[in-house]
C-alpha cells in the first residue's frame, strides 16, 4: 500500500539576517528531522505551539518550500523530484481570508480557479455544483466575495482546494477566526472529505477540534515531534490518569505546594477564576488521593470537588511546556 504521506528526518533551516549596519547572519532551525507517515484516508493532526515549525513543514510536503535536509513523499512521488505529479495530487488551504477575488461572486471565483487548475470544462459547472453544496454554500454562490463572512471565504477557498478533486488535503488552521457555529460547521465539512476517502493534514489550536476530528495526532515543539498517536493514546499518556479538581477559595501557595507533594499526585496547579479558584490535580494511574488532598487545603473554603478523564488539552500542555 502506498502511503499518503512519508515524511523522512525531514528538515528545514532558514537563513535570517539582522541589523542593518553590521550585517550578522543567523540561522533559524524550524523544523530539525521529523519523521511520521499517514495512511491513505487518515485524518491526521499536526499539533504544535506558534513557531514550531507546522507550516514549514506543510508547506515542504506541498512542494512550496524546498527541504534543506531529509526526505518526503506524497502518494508515493518524491516532493522535490516530482513536483507536478505531487502538486496534481494534492489541494491545500491556508487560514485566512486572502486570496480570492473580492470583486468576483463566490461561483466566478471557482469558475476561474477551475480553469487555473486545468478542470476539463465539461466537468466544471457538476464539480462547482457538488462542492458548493458540499461545503454549505449553495444558493449564495452568486453573491459577491466582498459580502462573504470570514467562515463563508474560509468554505469557499476549501472548495477551491477541492476543485481538482485532489487525494491529498492539507489545511492549515482553517479554522482561525471563525465563530463557533461557523467553527461546527466547518469541522463538519472536514469529517466528511474524510469519510469521502480524503486523507487530510490538518494544524489547528483548537484541541477539542482535534480529539473530534482527527484519527492520529503529531505533536510538535520547537522543530520536533514530541509525541505521535491517537488522541486517546496522548490522553494516556498524561502523567496521571485523572485529574482531581477542587473549587477552593483563597487558598495560600504553600498549601498547593503541599498538595504537590501527597504521594500519588503527579502535579498541583491553581487557576484563579475571578473570586473562585480552581485547584487542578494531576493525579497517578490507581492512585486514591482525595482524602489526602482535602487535608493538605486547611480550613480554606472548599466548593465542588470533582474528577475527570484527562483532556487532549491536558495531554497537549503537558507535551509543550517545560
Ligand atoms: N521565511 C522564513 N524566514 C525565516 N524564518 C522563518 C520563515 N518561515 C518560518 N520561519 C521561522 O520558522 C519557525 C517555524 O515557523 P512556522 O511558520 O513553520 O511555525 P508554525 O508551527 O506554523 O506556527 P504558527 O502556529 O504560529 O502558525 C519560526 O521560528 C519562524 O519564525
Ligand atoms: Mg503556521
Avoid at 30 to 50: H, R, S
Amino acid at each position: 500500500m502506498t502511503l499518503a504521506v512519508e515524511a523522512r528526518d525531514l528538515r528545514r533551516t532558514f537563513r535570517t539576517h539582522t541589523g542593518v549596519v553590521r550585517r550578522t547572519r543567523k540561522d533559524v532551525e524550524a523544523v530539525k528531522g521529523v519523521t511520521f507517515d499517514i495512511a491513505p484516508g487518515e485524518l491526521f493532526g499536526l499539533l504544535g505551539p506558534n513557531g514550531a515549525g507546522k507550516t514549514t513543514t506543510i508547506k515542504m510536503l506541498i512542494t512550496l518550500l524546498l527541504p534543506t535536509g531529509g526526505s518526503a513523499r506524497v502518494l508515493g512521488r518524491d516532493v522535490v523530484e516530482d513536483v507536478r505529479e505531487v502538486r496534481r495530487r494534492i489541494g491545500y488551504v491556508f487560514g485566512g481570508d486572502r486570496g480570492l477575488y473580492e470583486r468576483l461572486s463566490g461561483l466566478d471565483n471557482l469558475r476561474y480557479f477551475s480553469e487555473l487548475y486545468g478542470v476539463p470544462p465539461r466537468e466544471q459547472s457538476a464539480r462547482i455544483g457538488s462542492l458548493l453544496e458540499l461545503v454549505g454554500l449553495s444558493g449564495r454562490e452568486g453573491e459577491r466575495v466582498e459580502g462573504y463572512s470570514r467562515g463563508m471565504r474560509q468554505r469557499l477557498h476549501i472548495a477551491r482546494g477541492l476543485l481538482h478533486d485532489p487525494e491529498v488535503l492539507f489545511l492549515d488552521e482553517p479554522s482561525i477566526g471563525i465563530d463557533p457555529v461557523g467553527a461546527r460547521e466547518l469541522r463538519a465539512t472536514i469529517g466528511t472529505l474524510s469519510e469521502q476517502g480524503k486523507t487530510v493534514l490538518l494544524t489547528t489550536h483548537y484541541m477539542f477540534e482535534a480529539d473530534e476530528l482527527c484519527d492520529r495526532i503529531a505533536v510538535i515543539r520547537k522543530g520536533e515531534i514530541v509525541a505521535q498517536g491517537t488522541p486517546d493514546q496522548l490522553k494516556q499518556r498524561v502523567s496521571g490518569g485523572r485529574v482531581l479538581e477542587v473549587e477552593t477559595y483563597g487558598l495560600p501557595d504553600d498549601r498547593v505546594t503541599a498538595v504537590g507533594e501527597v504521594a500519588g499526585v503527579a502535579s498541583a496547579t491553581l487557576e484563579e477564576r475571578g473570586q473562585l479558584q480552581l485547584l487542578v490535580v494531576k493525579v497517578d494511574t490507581g492512585a486514591e488521593v482525595t482524602h489526602e488532598v482535602l487535608g493538605r487545603l486547611g480550613d480554606v473554603r472548599v466548593g465542588r470537588v470533582s474528577q475527570r478523564e484527562p483532556t487532549l488539552e491536558d495531554a497537549y500542555v503537558e507535551l509543550v511546556s517545560g
